[in-house]
């Protein structure tokens, strides 16, 4: 089983550190860095936490390096501030950076478009002709460009953004996966909530997991439900821990394909 992941990835950073005191510059608090840890994220994360469940995984993602750098209070676990740095990616609609690749040597391809520029709607389509299988998790707001893929797993606050095409989508409900956060998820209008309650310490990387588990699981049982179960009990595991964490408990081996961002 290969798998095609797809998407803009990022840097993610955490600093944690300890407050003692608060600035005599301004009202807010100084935090002393005590460690810091790194690891890729967003379409990066997906693929990891897919490799982590045994599956084999390449990831066409961009070039340029976009980093979101969390400031942590050791002792609260809160985050004071996120820093995101070159947060948007050139788009070039007319150069076709995947011509090289053989999408169809993948059994599945999984689109994680965070809409930062490295993927349009036309290339997204076309990728979904080319694929065997298609999975799409996106912040774009939907409409038809996206119902070439298989599934399509969106979060509440994007679900809001599209829901007046969804809902007309009669004939494609099958296709909608919307995360509902602590309540669980909703499929073919009906909500499963989570079956075992957890404290949440972090959800930095939570959608994705969801949709790495649920991609790994339906490879390999074609069960809807039993998948998105699966899917959700994963999550779940992985917000009661700190930062970004993957689902498996193998070591991610990931190859990564990195693609220019324009004909420069």
């Known amino acids: 089983m290969k798998v095609l992941i797809v998407g803009d990835s ?6 944690y ?9 301004a009202p807010v608090p100084v935090l002393e860095p005590i460690r810091k840890t790194s690891n890729i ?9 897919l490799s982590s469940l045994g599956i084999d995984c390449d990831l066409a993602t961009n070039s340029s390096k976009i ?33 090289d690749l053989d999408i169809s040597k993948y059994d599945a391809v999984v689109i994680s478009d965070y809409d930062k520029g490295f993927l349009s709607t036309s290339q997204i389509s076309e990728i979904f002709e080319k694929s065997k299988m298609s999975f799409l998790q996106t912040s774009k ?10 599934f399509i797993k969106i979060n509440y ?32 209008e009906k909500i499963y909530p989570v079956e075992n309650k957890v404290e949440v310490r972090d959800l930095s990387g939570a959608g994705d997991t969801f949709l790495a588990s649920f991609v790994s699981e339906y490879l390999k049982k074609e069960d809807i439900l039993d998948s998105l179960m699966y ?17 498996g408990n193998k070591i991610p081996n990931v190859k990564v394909l990195e693609m220019r961002m324009s004909l420069d």
């Not at 990022?10 to 600093?15: G, N, P, R």
């Not at 809902?167 to 995360?179: A, P, R």
């Open 67 to 99: 980093t979101k750098t969390r400031f942590i209070d050791s002792k609260s676990k809160q985050m004071l501030l996120r820093l995101d740095e070159n947060d948007d990616l050139p788009v070039d609609d007319n150069y076709d950076k995947f011509n």
């Open 41 to 49: 994220g967003m379409a990066g994360n997906v693929a990891n936490n």
């Open 141 to 150: 707001s939907l409409d038809g460009w996206c119902l070439g893929a298989d």
């Open 157 to 188: 606050f994007e679900y809001l953004k599209s829901e007046n095409f969804i809902t007309t989508q009669k004939d494609q409900l099958s296709k909608f996966i919307v995360t509902l956060g602590s309540k669980g998820f909703q499929y073919e």
């Open 10 to 15: 990022c840097e993610d950073i955490f600093l």
């Open 17 to 25: 550190g300890k407050i003692e005191r608060v600035s005599p510059e």
């Open 231 to 247: 899917a959700q009990n994963m999550a779940s595991n992985v917000v009661e821990k700190s930062g970004v964490n993957v689902a």
